[in-house]
């Protein structure tokens, strides 16, 4: 089972930017489907963003289409989200999330999450 570590959330002001990482341990990573999904306090968890194998494709949830982009970098295990134009409604804990495929379920992988908080 793959684990993943996620780092890189903070506090940031309306229309600022902030990135995550994801690091994985499988050396197997690149077999692996990865994505971000969030929880906002008192609301289930969405999926917000994934990116094949290759990352020859990537998705997005409608509310940060435009604003969010999703990268990985295989050769250190690496998965990303630069996160831009925040605005008050992101704020949430991302969660890193990793399998054969992530949507429309997610994968059996998680990372303990980190918290994003836009202020207004």
């Known amino acids: 089972q793959v684990q993943l570590v996620e780092s890189g959330g903070g506090l940031v002001q309306a229309g600022g930017s902030l990135r995550l990482s994801c690091a994985a341990s499988?050396?197997?990573?690149?077999?692996?489907?990865m994505g971000w999904y969030r929880q906002a306090p008192g609301k289930v968890r969405e999926f917000v963003a994934a990116?094949?194998?290759?990352?020859?494709?990537?998705y997005y949830a409608d509310s940060v289409k435009g604003r969010f982009t999703i990268s990985r970098d295989n050769a250190k295990n690496t998965a990303y989200l630069q996160m831009n134009s925040l605005k008050p409604e992101d704020t949430a804990v991302y969660y890193c999330?990793?399998?054969?495929?992530?949507?429309?379920?997610?994968?059996?992988?998680w990372g303990q999450g980190t918290q994003v908080t836009v202020s207004s």
């Open positions: 990116i094949t194998r290759s990352a020859g494709s990537t």
């Open positions: 999330n990793a399998g054969p495929s992530i949507v429309p379920a997610p994968g059996k992988a």
């Open positions: 499988a050396r197997t990573f690149s077999t692996y489907t």
